[in-house]
């Protein structure tokens, strides 16, 4: 993934957050399938994950660094439903996504070309900081599929 495309992938993501808005009560907080998270948790758990990375990861990434672990993945990514469903409302929650969208860009804008192929580990996990972005960028690409599906259905 070229730098480019990185901060475009930001960018977009932060319109189509916008667009979230336009959803309902009912629609943010429902399931996107039975036993799965709603459209609430799932952009608390995207938030959630981009400011650890923003604070524990990134400001500490230099060649050959290693950082401690990831999370418990399974408690991080409750915690982040449970603000989606009882600390925050979904504007709120949207505008909180958009600004730190806004730091990722910053970020990534402070990049130069050498510094995306900087290697570090998290815990036993090895990336260098492009793979680092594009993985976080599948994840988002995933969950916004996800739920572009549900919104589609919904609309039909």
């Known amino acids: 993934m070229k730098y480019d495309q990185m901060i475009d992938h930001y960018e977009s993501f ?3 957050l916008e667009e979230l808005k336009l959803l309902s009560e009912y629609e943010w907080f429902r399931p996107i399938e039975e036993g799965k998270w709603s459209i609430a948790a799932n952009i608390a758990h995207i938030i959630r994950w ?40 979904q504007e709120d929650l949207i505008e ?6 806004d730091r990722m860009i910053t970020y990534v804008k402070s990049l130069s070309e050498d510094d995306v192929d ?7 996990q090895s990336f260098t900081l492009k ?22 259905a919904e609309r039909v």
């Open 14 to 16: 932060k319109i189509w």
């Open 118 to 124: 900087q290697s570090f580990k998290v815990g036993e």
């Open 50 to 89: 981009d400011q650890y990375s923003l604070q524990e990861i990134l400001p500490h990434v230099a060649e050959g660094v290693e950082l401690s672990p990831f999370p418990d993945f399974q408690k991080f990514n409750g915690q982040a439903e449970e603000y989606a469903h009882r600390v925050v409302n």
């Open 96 to 101: 909180e996504g958009i600004k730190t969208r």
């Open 131 to 152: 793979e680092f972005f594009e993985d976080f960028i599948g994840h988002d690409k995933h969950h916004q599929e996800q739920i572009e599906e549900v919104v589609s």
